[in-house]
């Protein structure tokens, strides 16, 4: 599904190159529950970047369902995101501006949909995620794991084939971790393909495989 | 997807309400200026009552006889007029033809009371151009002036002062010696009508002398209303050939041997009104794109303004604009975004400004500054204003929004703006 080919990635500076990620080679499959692990600073969100396609490689190759990502323009990554990828962000990332549903519909305005469509598939993610009854809250008003559960509703709001999430639960208490990584786990289970990258080997253990890295080099 | 553009618009615009504010204020300030400006201009230019016709209306307004040693400039005059003008009433462009003189200051005493008034002599083509609203009565005629009646229509405010708003038709005024009979009352018409405000109009052939049937200059203006304004053109070309016909006939060949006029319309007239010098060539297109340059000008110091607020507040959005890209929106797609939200922001400062140029547009009304100014807010000035605030609107916003479009995904997500 997600194929990265000798991919390198360097930072520039006037004086500075730093090489965040050197030749990995990684592959994952269709319905794969993939963790990365590794020290801050070894290039784990720098991968995720690169797969997410928000970034693009110093070197290298990056295929998503066998298209070469490589150099495609901006319009045509927009679709691909908006079409087969969902971000969780341990940030959250949400909107303090817009109420919990208006933000759920963000990945929905860009496609061709009616209202009616969007708010209903809106409402529908946020049930999935047991938050319904918070509909019209604002962010400001929801605790961290509501706001992380909103998160993930607008992540998947558009049924996309591959999850990303970075640090899903790093802003969160264990429970409330362990109540996201159910969510994920649930979503894994109805086929979508997720990668996450995680500093808890709590986490790490209840997925398929891990992926380690070290000073942006693939360790195992 | 508007309706969620909206939304955050106006969720930012109360978020930071000090900037909006800022905002708003030079927005509706700038428009106020720009409204009341389009306002009078539409006011002395447009087609309005009583001249509703002004855009198929050509003016004599100026004649100039040139000689070796001499020259004279001066308003044209009735035998010139009549004699070379008048024919040209006979083209197949041409509805109507009227000769109506400059206003001059006539003295009235009522009740022991010194009036002024500002009087025209027309002939009775000159209301069938005009489409005056008649408060009472209706016009005099050519028949009222070829047949020298002593008759006249007054305006409003005239009816006030010699008559204390009572009615005034079949009653009698009395002005520079002449008495008429009041055959009709009008709408005061604004002064800034050049070719036909007045206080009160009475027939020419009223005049106490008959020398004026001979003047080449005088006081008289000739007004051409054409039947459609494709004929401007030709009217225009056929008036230039009278001049070289009335060049043969001059009243003194010694002294002068060449003529210069020019049908105008009423905007030529207000731009040859107002070049100083010599008025034989003027530009009428230089000087539209000297005002809409002048505007832009205005309106340059504001967008600057807005510009860097919206700039500013690129570090602000920067982690919404990493969540837009993350989730499918192009560059494109969130330049649209930004400039609609700026749209809002500056249509909310035209409502704003709209709002005060009313109140100015009233306050000038009332205030006298301009005689008989009716300056309103109508849909062409509406249009105007809605044109320049959305001008306005996509000139401030274009760049700041396609500069936060350009945002890299990864680094807005760290809430860096660059």
């Not at chain 1, 918070?134 to 996309?160: D, K």
Request: some cysteine; overall charge positive.
């Amino acid at each position: 599904m997600i194929h990265l080919d000798q991919v390198s990635k360097m930072y520039r500076t006037d004086r500075i190159e730093t090489t965040a990620l050197d030749n990995i080679n990684l592959a994952v499959e269709k319905g794969e529950l993939v963790s990365i692990m590794g020290p801050s600073g070894c290039g784990k969100s720098t991968l995720l970047n690169l797969m997410g396609l928000l970034d693009e490689p110093s070197s290298g190759k990056v295929e998503l369902d066998g298209i070469t990502i490589n150099g495609q323009g901006d319009r045509a990554l927009a679709r691909v995101r908006n079409e087969r990828i969902g971000f969780i962000f341990q940030q959250f990332h949400l909107v303090s501006d817009l109420s919990v549903v208006d933000n759920v519909e963000i990945p929905l305005l860009y496609r061709k949909m009616s209202n009616r469509e969007r708010r209903k598939a809106a409402l529908a993610a946020l049930d999935r995620v047991g938050l319904s009854s918070r509909t019209h809250h604002f962010p400001t008003q929801l605790s961290g794991g509501q706001q992380q559960r909103v998160a993930i509703a607008r992540a998947i709001v558009g049924r996309p084939a591959i999850l990303l999430a970075d640090e899903p639960t790093g802003n969160l208490d264990s429970q409330m971790g362990d109540e996201i990584m159910d969510i994920l786990e649930g979503l894994h289970s109805e086929g979508t393909t997720i990668v996450m990258v995680t500093h808890d080997p709590r986490l790490a253990e209840r997925t398929n495989r891990t992926v380690r890295l070290f000073d942006g080099r693939q360790v195992q | 997807m508007f309706k969620n553009y909206l939304k955050v618009a106006l969720k930012v615009l109360a978020r930071r309400k000090f900037f909006t504010f800022i905002s708003l204020f030079g927005i509706s300030i700038t428009l106020l200026v720009l409204l009341v400006t389009a306002a009078v201009f539409d006011h002395a230019l447009a087609p309005h009552s009583p001249e509703t016709r002004s855009d198929r209306t050509l003016g004599i307004y100026q004649l100039t006889m040139r000689g070796p040693n001499n020259t004279q400039n001066s308003d044209p005059g009735y035998g010139f007029l009549d004699r070379y003008v008048r024919p040209l009433s006979k083209l197949p462009g041409v509805e109507r033809f009227s000769i109506v003189s400059a206003p001059q200051t006539a003295v009235s005493y009522v009740g022991g009371k010194k009036i002024e008034s500002q009087l025209r002599r027309a002939d009775g083509e000159f209301w069938r151009i005009l489409e005056a609203e008649f408060l009472e009565g209706s016009p005099f005629t050519s028949e009222d002036e070829s047949g020298a009646r002593f008759v006249a229509v007054i305006n409003e405010t005239t009816r006030d002062r010699f008559f204390e708003g009572r009615p005034a038709m079949g009653r009698t005024i009395e002005v520079d010696g002449q008495r008429f009979r009041v055959v009709g009352v009008v709408r005061d018409v604004p002064a800034l009508r050049f070719s036909s405000s007045a206080d009160m109009w009475v027939p020419i052939s009223t005049t106490k002398s008959r020398h004026y049937k001979e003047e080449w200059l005088d006081q008289f203006h000739g007004l051409i209303l054409a039947r459609d304004r494709a004929d401007l053109p030709a009217i225009k070309s056929e008036f230039q050939a009278s001049l070289r016909e009335a060049e043969r006939h001059l009243p003194d060949p010694k002294r002068y041997q060449t003529l210069t006029a020019s049908a105008d319309t009423l905007f030529e007239a207000y731009v040859r009104r107002f070049t100083p010098g010599n008025t034989d060539v003027i530009y009428p297109g230089r000087v539209k794109a000297l005002l809409f340059l002048l505007m832009l000008l205005f309106m340059l110091l504001p967008t600057l303004n807005l510009v860097n607020i919206n700039l500013s507040r690129i570090l602000d959005r920067a982690s919404e604009i990493g969540v837009r890209k993350a989730f499918g929106a192009s560059s494109r797609t969130l330049v649209g975004q930004f400039v609609v939200e700026n749209l809002v922001l500056t249509l909310l400062g035209a409502l704003a400004g709209l709002v005060l140029a009313a109140v100015v547009l009233s306050a000038l009304n009332s205030s006298g500054f301009l005689p008989y100014a009716r300056l309103a807010l109508n849909y062409r000035v509406f249009f105007y204003g809605l044109i320049m605030a959305l001008f306005f609107g996509i000139l401030s916003g274009v760049y700041p929004a396609w500069r936060m479009s350009k945002l890299h995904p990864v680094q807005a997500l760290r809430g860096r703006s660059v």
